[in-house]
């Protein structure tokens, strides 16, 4: 035992004073952090009206602009800016073109005299191509306008149409009176899954790189002569774990750090407020307080349901399952890169090793889809599936029993790979130039020596 915490510790010491694994953690934080950060930024600095001229030769606006040379059709929620539809001071669609490049505005609408009841011909000029965001936007409010004029002409009730119009706001509870929220606990599922995956993989393949760097540069027989090979693979295999578990703990708390201490400098809570304010003020007594009553319920569904997640759970699982899968593959892992001189071999035969944890993550739409079903169930219980679906299924409500006898079965698994992996390791280690096929590793599995 002695000798394995040397080897972890060996391990641990060198791959942490590492030039990448500095930059990784140090840089990795950064990069989450970006994804929080660039999208305030985007939306306190596009804050820019867009001016869109509309070339109107069936007059289908006249009842928006009402005089007027403008109308404000539509306000980015996030942004604040604004659509400006602004009428033609040109007659033809030609004459609108050839100054529209010198007026420096966002896009240029011609809407023909058209059949409203069979719309054709309405185009969308713009110099440097429209963001899908605006154009679809533009396009609803044609097609607003549009139906406007249908009602007029059918002589249809706005009043008694917007009477008809629903607006049902559901919420959806569990039978013991909490909030059950299906797209958060989707989310928080399908990325415990895909971190799960990714960090098998990734320190997996950190295993089965240093066995075959030491192997093909001969470091390893000079090991072998004071440790014993099976006490240097898992030496090997615990002191990544323990490198993987330092990384990930300083990723989190780094971006905590970094979203917590930039977040409000850059003003977007002002700006939130201040855009609040201004539709609030558009808005009549009534439609302000509804605006306002839910607006607290969706705040209080959203304290809620966080507080309902089960946070301990699922980080004290995210743990077990990360070493348990870890600890499993790294073994398999280190087992193949044992038996041959190049990474090029080795992901050979990783290949049939990873199917499972692949085809697990490639099943998780489905499994979150129904994660109570019989699929979900019995790869959530196999060992080299149930250390992503099962962390897919977490949000779920997962009987207690069901965790408990995926994680012991994971475990069992775990010791099961290390006898395989240790009865190939301690031949494959010593072996060179050898050409290496599964029925050679059978054969290393019954070997005395």
């Known amino acids: 035992m002695n000798k394995i915490w040397l080897v972890i510790q060996r391990e641990y010491v060198i791959r942490v004073r590492n030039k990448t694994f500095l930059l990784t953690t140090f840089l990795t934080p950064l990069l989450f952090a970006a994804l929080f950060i660039i999208p305030i930024l985007l939306m306190v600095s596009s804050t820019s009206n867009k001016i869109v001229e509309v070339v109107d030769d069936g007059n289908l606006f006249e009842t928006k602009l009402k005089g ?8 980015n ?43 054709k011909g309405v185009q969308i000029f713009a110099e440097k191509g429209l963001s899908v965001e605006v154009e679809s936007q533009i396009t609803q409010v044609v097609e607003s ?10 002589g249809i009730d706005k009043q008694m149409l917007d009477k008809v119009k629903t607006d049902l706001d559901v919420e959806t509870l569990k039978t013991t009176g909490e909030q059950n929220n299906s797209a958060l606990l989707y989310g928080v599922g399908f990325g415990g899954g895909i971190i ?24 390893i027989e000079v090991i072998i002569s004071s440790v014993r090979p099976f006490q240097l693979m898992m030496g090997k295999i615990l002191g990544i774990a323990l490198v993987g578990l330092t990384q990930f703990a300083l990723w989190i708390i780094l971006t905590i750090v970094i979203v917590m201490g930039v977040t409000p400098f850059l ?23 509804e605006v306002d009553k839910k607006t607290k319920k969706a705040l209080s569904g959203i304290n809620n349901i966080t507080k309902d997640l089960p946070i301990v759970k699922l980080v004290t699982c995210f743990v077990l399952y990360f070493i348990g899968g870890y600890l499993m593959y790294s073994a398999l892992f280190a087992a193949v890169a044992s038996s041959v001189d190049t990474e090029v071999e080795a992901q050979q035969f990783t290949t049939p090793i990873s199917m499972p944890l ?35 299924r977490l949000p779920f409500d997962v009987p207690l029993w069901q965790l408990f006898l995926s994680i012991s079965l994971l475990f069992l ?6 006898w395989l992996a240790g009865r190939i390791y301690r031949v494959g280690i010593l072996t060179h130039g050898e050409k290496i096929t599964y029925k050679k590793l059978y054969q290393w599995l019954f070997l005395k020596i």
Do not use: C, H
């Not at 007027?68 to 306000?75: G, Q, R, W």
């Not at 306008?145 to 059918?154: C, S």
């Open 413 to 418: 698994g775990f010791v099961g790979a290390v």
């Open 68 to 75: 007027k040379n403008e109308f404000v059709a539509k306000k």
């Open 358 to 392: 692949i085809i697990s993550f490639v099943m998780g739409q489905f499994i979150l889809r129904e994660p109570d079903g019989a699929i979900a169930f019995w790869l959530s219980i196999f060992p080299l599936t149930s250390p992503v679906v099962m962390m897919m």
């Open 196 to 219: 799960i995956y990714m960090a098998v993989f990734i320190y997996g393949a950190i295993v089965m790189r240093g066995v075959v760097e030491e192997k093909s540069s001969k470091i």
């Open 145 to 154: 306008t549009i139906e406007e004029a249908k009602i007029i002409k059918f």
């Open 267 to 289: 003003g977007a809570d002002k700006m939130a407020e201040q855009q609040m304010k201004q539709s609030t003020e558009m808005l009549n007594e009534k439609q302000a307080k």
């Open 77 to 119: 929620k996030m942004s604040g800016e604004e659509i400006i539809f602004e009428k033609s001071k040109f007659k033809t669609i030609e004459e609108a073109k050839k100054s529209f490049k010198e007026s420096k505005k966002y896009a240029l609408l011609y809407v023909p005299k058209i059949d409203i009841e069979k719309p």
